[in-house]
């Protein structure tokens, strides 16, 4: 399983863009970098995957780094509803999701 | 998507008791799993369970302390057998359809033993 490292923390004003990093040095060729957020008192909820190039949906944007060893979230307007902490999951299709501590994100009105 | 509930969606049990913990899906699912978040902490994966096999645990996990039923496409249980103090936790069932890379959780199950 390749190790991620994200902020324990961040904070965003509302309605300004966030970025949330992720690093995952160890990350293989196959594995995909998948990200999900768990909204208080939720079970987690899909945000957006992606391989090696750039995505986007209507949620969110995710930036993949050239070598593939770091990611970041782009949420482009952040509101209250975005509060949540955000997990990076990197790990091959098929492969059983390996959860961290993930970044708890404070957005302030 | 997928909708998921779960049932109960919390309890307080005493210690040495078993509980069961249902989850059903709105959809025909192949891949069902359940996870554990303890107070404070990320999710640990428990258990894979498919349909028509059975469950497959992850390191730390025993089917004695985690029985699982898998009887049809839509529906799960996992029972937390002999409860401590220490099985407090959020357990969770998820899914995935036709794309593993988007999982579907249900909202969990809060237990606090005594």
């Known amino acids: 399983d390749a190790k991620t490292t994200q902020p324990n923390s961040m904070e965003s004003n509302e309605e300004e863009p966030v970025h949330l990093p992720c690093n995952h040095s160890?990350?293989?060729?196959?594995?995909?970098i998948h990200w999900y957020r768990q909204l208080p008192s939720q079970g987690p909820e899909y945000v957006i995957h992606g391989l090696t190039s750039n995505v986007n949906n209507r949620m969110a944007s995710l930036a993949i780094a050239e070598d593939r060893k770091s990611s970041t979230l782009i949420l482009h307007r952040a509101t209250l509803r975005d509060a949540a902490v955000y997990y990076c999951?990197?790990?091959?299709?098929?492969?059983?999701?390996?959860f961290g501590p993930g970044t708890r994100l404070s957005v302030l009105p | 998507s997928a909708v998921i509930s779960q049932k109960p969606s919390r309890d307080i049990c005493q210690r040495g008791t078993s509980l069961t913990i249902q989850c059903q899906v709105d959809s025909q699912v192949t891949m069902m799993f359940w996870y554990r978040q303890q107070p404070g902490q990320s999710l640990t994966l428990i258990a894979t369970a498919n349909q028509g096999s059975e469950a497959t645990y992850e390191s730390g996990f025993v089917i004695d302390k985690f029985p699982i039923s898998r009887p049809n496409l839509t529906f799960s249980t996992l029972t937390v057998s002999n409860m401590s103090p220490e099985d407090s936790s959020i357990y969770l069932c998820?899914?995935?359809?036709?794309?593993?890379?988007?999982?579907?959780f249900g909202p969990g199950t809060r237990l606090t033993v005594l």
């Open positions: 160890t990350i293989s060729g196959t594995d995909y």
């Open positions: 998820s899914v995935a359809l036709r794309d593993y890379n988007e999982q579907f």
């Open positions: 999951i990197p790990g091959a299709y098929g492969q059983n999701f390996v």
